[in-house]
């Protein structure tokens, strides 16, 4: 099943990120939440759970004095006017493993909320503390972004912050500006019976229509869209390692030969080669440099002087 | 022949509107280039010219080129001729960063370039005009310093040697030399020619007023003493969409003035929008355009259901006229992208005369599209954020003709 609240607080205390915990009887609501942790210990957030009509999902996490109009962030997102809505509860529970009322951003702590674009108020940078429920509406938590985003980082998610307010107009020349964080994948959540009847089996665990594209033995990078999920190691092998440079070429090239292996005159296969394969090596060996040339400018800006 | 055009904006409601904030044909057809050429008066770029770069650079000229995208230019004979003389010059280009998504119209000026830096072994400088994107679309400056990180990554992808390559945005550049010149640039124009070259009104903010100069003077070899010291008489080319011209003639206009020499244009027409000339390449419709995030399914589904076809509506009437070719995105998309003359050349008379259908060449050109955007997503995985501060490193740049 998915993460249990002290599972994330256990995560957070390895992280060493700073946290202070407040338990208080369960709460369904944010101005609940306020009776029991007030205003002084942190900013409290909403918490939104959204899907689009692909059955794509996103967490929209806010101050709660910050406007989220769905119109506008569907329009940002590149969805159309109309194209998000609040989420049905079994893809909250399916998802996010949390129940209605604890929408939180570390829900994406969960191998099924792989798929979940998150998306964090940008406001949330200038406060002290902000405050978000651990899996669990009897308890919450408020830490600096700082700390949050060192959470993120550690699931390999990069933090994204959003002016949710700005209202950017969207047409030629201005596409949606928050396209970029539309999940690359669509999540099918199965169609649990309504009864709940006890004899029932449990449903399945979030299904994934699409896997995510299997890491094939050519270094190929999965679509930047889903940007919270790469992280900056990932650079592609072939552009750093030598051997993987060359293995990257021999294949290409020994692909090419083998596909125009019916061509009898060794001389036009030559010429075939060089005219369909120059432009992509090409592109491959600047790619390389670019890499070696930025690895020498790290050492170069990270150098220490001669000791005399 | 330069002609000084004022006044572009005369009431021209039944006429084609081209500047750098607006694009439209007359009463919704297509865009008429000879005319906008004359209106302009820059030159059509011609099979001599493009033989001539053929043999200068002993490798077959760009797609673009032999295709006619890009079409037009200004001073580009003087620098062939200067080039043939073992005199260099070097290439400047842009863009102003807006949104993350890039889609492939965005890339087609930055293909090309990376063509010409290859081709004829000549540096580049990009300039990401974030502050103009933070004054036209009203993003705060931290948004727009982002948006131009960013776009750096996808123009770095195209495959620039950041050897030969310097990318700067103005944020971060502006100062200093470069800001030496924008003065004196500033100094040459007045106020009534800003507004009859860029149509300024007296409701305008006075940040756009300045801004123009900050476009102009990355033309002009002395804003980059770190990359062209003593060489003040160097050449510049721009290789730029054609509705970027204005800047450029108020540039070439003030260039003698100051003793400079003036930059050489290379232009190219614009890119059609999914759904046909007449349609709009609308942000808010992602369906009007590839991006460059888009999957090979994205790919697949936008070709089939929105790329407008010329072909006929039945198997049988097909078959007998022939498809359109001159409305036809799918043929007007290969004519962009795909290398092979001779392929193209077979598609359109198959297609032309009825053999092929519709269905044929779209397969065909999403293969040519998911190749491409593949290959870019490949490459633009590999940008790291230390490699965009190597190329916007104020560095120089020691084998830049070599």
Known sequence: MGFSKDQLLNRL?????????????????????????????????????????????????????????????????????GGIRMAPEEALTQLLQVSLECVTPFAVVNESARDVSLLLDQNFKNQKRCIFHPLSNEVSVSLNTSGLDKFLKSIERDPVYVDLEANPAVGKDQPPDLAVYVPSNSVVIPEISNETSTKQTPPPKSVSAEVKPVASAK??????????????????????????????IMDKTSALLLSEAKVENVEALAETLRKRLTSELTHLAIMYKNTAYTEGFHAGKHSQPKRL | MEVDKKDERESESSEQVVNPWEVSAKDGGKIDYDKLIDKFGCQRLDESLIDRVQRLTSRQPHVFLRRGVFFAHRDFNEILDAYEKGDKFYLYTGRGPSSE???????????????????????????????????????????????????????????FDVTKTFIFSDFDYVGGAFYKNMVKVSKCVTLNKAMGIFGFSGEDHIGKLSFPPVQAVPSFPSSFPHLFPGKDNLRCLIPCAIDQDPYFRMTRDVAPRLGYSKPALIESSFFPALQGENGKMSASDPNSAIYVTDTAKDIKNKINRYAFSGGQDSVEKHRELGANLEVDIPVKYLSFFLEDDSELEHIKKE????????????????????????????????????????????????????
């Open chain 2, 351 to 402: 297609y032309g005369e009825g053999r092929m259908l519709t269905g044929e060449v779209k397969k065909r050109l999403t293969e040519v599209l998911t190749e491409m955007v593949e290959r870019h997503r490949r490459s633009r995985a590999a940008v790291t954020d230390e490699m965009v501060d190597a190329f916007m490193a104020v560095r120089p740049l020691p084998s830049m003709f070599e």
């Open chain 1, 13 to 81: 205390q390895e992280l060493e990120i700073d946290y202070t915990k407040y338990e208080h009887p369960p709460v369904l609501t944010v101005e609940a939440q306020a009776k029991y942790v007030s205003s002084s210990e942190g900013a409290l957030s909403k918490n939104l759970f959204f899907k689009d009509k692909k059955h794509r999902y996103y967490i929209v996490s806010a101050m709660v004095d910050t406007k989220v109009d769905m119109k506008v962030l569907s329009q940002r997102l590149g969805l159309g006017k």
């Open chain 1, 219 to 248: 270094p190929s990078k999965p679509a930047t869209k889903g940007k919270s999920v790469v992280v900056e190691k990932s650079t592609p092998l072939a552009f750093k390692n030598p051997e993987k440079f060359v293995e990257e």
């Open chain 2, 101 to 159: 998504a890039l889609h492939l119209g965005h890339l087609i000026p930055f293909m090309f370039t990376k063509y010409l830096q290859e081709a004829f072994k000549v540096p580049l400088v990009i300039q990401l005009t974030d502050d103009e994107k933070c004054m036209w679309k009203n993003l705060s400056v931290e948004e727009s310093q982002r948006l131009a990180r960013e776009n750096a990554k996808d123009i770095i992808a195209c495959g």
